[in-house]
């Protein structure tokens, strides 16, 4: 790894380094998916329902479908 890209890096025992992958590009935190009107409406009626902000309630939900299986 550069040393640019191990500066940027900031979890080097992240699952991904954890099963011996190197991103090509290192990741910004930040990304753009087109979900269609419907579930970008249900997922704010979800949020506002829980007290939460849409990119807190997305954050969570990606950051449960991304934990390893036991």
């Given at each position: 790894?550069?040393?640019?890209?191990?500066?940027?890096?900031?979890?080097?025992?992240?699952?991904?380094?954890?099963?011996?992958?190197?991103?090509?590009?290192?990741?910004?935190?930040s990304?753009?998916?087109?979900?269609?009107?419907?579930?970008?409406?249900?997922?704010?009626?979800?949020?506002?329902?829980?007290?939460?902000?849409?990119?807190?309630?997305?954050?969570?939900?990606?950051?449960?479908?991304?934990?390893?299986a036991?």
């Amino acid at each position: 790894m550069s040393p640019t890209t191990a500066k940027q890096h900031k979890h080097p025992t992240s699952p991904i380094k954890a099963k011996g992958y190197e991103p090509e590009v290192p990741c910004k935190g930040s990304f753009n998916v087109r979900v269609g009107h419907e579930l970008h409406l249900a997922a704010a009626v979800k949020a506002k329902e829980l007290g939460v902000s849409l990119d807190d309630f997305v954050r969570n939900a990606l950051n449960n479908a991304a934990q390893p299986a036991h």
